[in-house]
């Protein structure tokens, strides 16, 4: 099981907004991360500390927070958005990782 | 320019240990903030952090994990070793290192981000 609960699957067509949401009452406390993952390769990261973007990053993706969910957003999405997003964050204790279950990102 | 890669053996058997070398260039373990950490991923499911360690020889384990994990680095091979013994065909899986960021301390603990990953190596569990 995870701590951490995203939605299975998103779909949203080019040029549209997809929202990814990561939800966990450890989030009131512990930061965010966001990877993407497509198929074959490692995950990247996206986002740190809920909604820093590293460089390099399109300006696309941006993180968001509201109390226990924190939710990614990928503005005017691209064909090769396309993937599996995954949350990270420290469980409730801090001492422990845990990532959510994916969300697989589907751009109709 | 950070780099990792993983190797050991695509094949074990049940019941036995496996052991994971994880080579990595662009950066130290001796170095503040930084740590070294290992996700598996079964196919086509979600990700797994399996266990990880810091510069100041701060190791964590997944809780669910922790009996059958080790890990230890060699600061002056830049390398990290994972074992984990008695395998099941369960743990068939691609097993990523990446490189470990400290984004943040307080008293919740440190926060970490996996920065940069290996290509992953898939280990296959059958007899």
């Known amino acids: 099981s995870h701590e951490l609960t995203q939605p299975p699957s998103v779909s949203v067509s080019p040029g549209q907004t997809a929202r990814i949401t990561c939800s966990g009452d450890?989030?009131?406390?512990?930061?965010v991360y966001w990877y993407q993952q497509k198929p074959g390769q490692a995950p990247v990261l996206l986002i740190y500390?809920?909604?820093e973007r590293p460089s390099g990053i399109p300006e696309r993706f941006s993180g968001s927070t509201s109390g226990t969910t924190i939710t990614l957003t990928i503005t005017g999405v691209q064909a090769e958005d396309e993937a599996d997003y995954y949350c990270q964050s420290g469980d409730s204790s801090g001492f422990y990782t845990v990532f959510g279950g994916g969300t697989k990102v589907t751009v109709l | 320019q950070i780099t990792l890669k993983e190797s050991g053996p695509t094949l074990v058997k049940p019941t036995q240990t496996l052991t994971l070398t994880c080579t990595f260039s662009g950066f130290s373990l001796s170095t503040s903030g930084v740590g070294v950490g290992w996700i598996r991923q079964p196919p086509g499911k979600a990700l797994e952090w399996l266990a990880l360690?810091?510069?100041?020889?701060?190791?964590r384990y997944s809780p669910s994990l922790k009996s059958r994990l080790t890990i230890t680095k060699d600061t002056s091979k830049d390398q990290v070793v994972l074992t984990m013994t008695n395998m099941d065909p369960l743990d068939t899986a691609t097993y990523y290192c990446?490189?470990?960021?400290?984004?943040?301390?307080?008293?919740?603990?440190?926060?970490?981000?996996?920065?940069?990953w290996g290509q992953g190596t898939l280990v296959t569990v059958s007899s």
């Open positions: 500390k809920d909604t």
């Open positions: 990446a490189h470990i960021r400290v984004r943040h301390y307080d008293s919740n603990g440190r926060s970490s981000s996996f920065d940069y």
């Open positions: 360690t810091y510069w100041d020889d701060d190791q």
């Open positions: 450890a989030l009131l406390k512990q930061y």
